[in-house]
């Protein structure tokens, strides 16, 4: 299946961008077969007339690499990192983490990285289920250094994200990817990744990456971008 093709279903689109990322199998294989998460709740009545994708209004520019561990099916931790290049918030350094039920926000500019975690990471399909409290915001910078060759390493406050062994780059385009009630268009350059971790204060979160796809369009729920691009 080329993910590529702007002809392809929603359900197809938006999982690609997340759950299909990592696996045709396993947890993935089971929100594609169900129409589970935000795909699902895409399709319900009532959702908001949107712009033609023509008129819609650039809201970021940058980067959103994440990274999604399992035990088993289960979901341990989500880690969503951002480089943002431009936003009307403006620019900035971002994570936002879930682990054991919480949520965590950290960011140089609360205020940037608050309406990320709000208008965008709450909404993404590798949460979906998953207990989403307010979050705990915490003033702090972010650095993150991201290569399309190497992966990509985020820290804030005691916790490294970080992600290696590239194993593809490719393209990736749709104009109807919802968030909420909201349908976006989404580019981007995706290269997934063979490892991944996350250490909270030198200690290892339990879980591991999934990996799946097939050897010449491999996915997993390790992975970076560049030239991400989000219209609304």
Known sequence: MDL???????????????????????????????GAGV?????????????VPATRD????????????????AVTAYASTWRVDWSPLGRG????????????????????ATWLEREFVRFFPEVAGLPWPDPVVVRTPVRLENDLATGMTARAHG????????????????????LGEVTHSLSLVLAPCGAGTITVDGYRV?????RGGTPDRPGSSAFTTEAEVWKR
């Open 159 to 178: 916790v490294r994200v970080h992600m290696s062994d590239v194993l593809d780059r490719r393209t990736f385009a749709t104009d109807d990817f919802p």
């Open 93 to 112: 350094t971002a994570l936002i983490l879930w682990r054991d039920g919480a949520v965590h926000v950290y960011g140089a500019d609360p205020e940037l």
């Open 4 to 34: 590529t093709d702007p002809t392809m279903s929603r359900p197809a689109a938006v999982l690609h961008r997340r759950h299909v990322l990592r696996t045709m199998a396993g947890a993935a294989a089971a929100a594609l077969a169900g």
């Open 58 to 73: 650039l809201v970021v520019v940058g980067a959103n690499p994440g990274l999604q561990l399992f035990d088993g099916d």
């Open 206 to 210: 339990p879980g591991e990456i999934q």
């Open 39 to 51: 795909a699902g709740a895409a399709a319900t009545p009532g959702r908001q007339a949107q712009p």
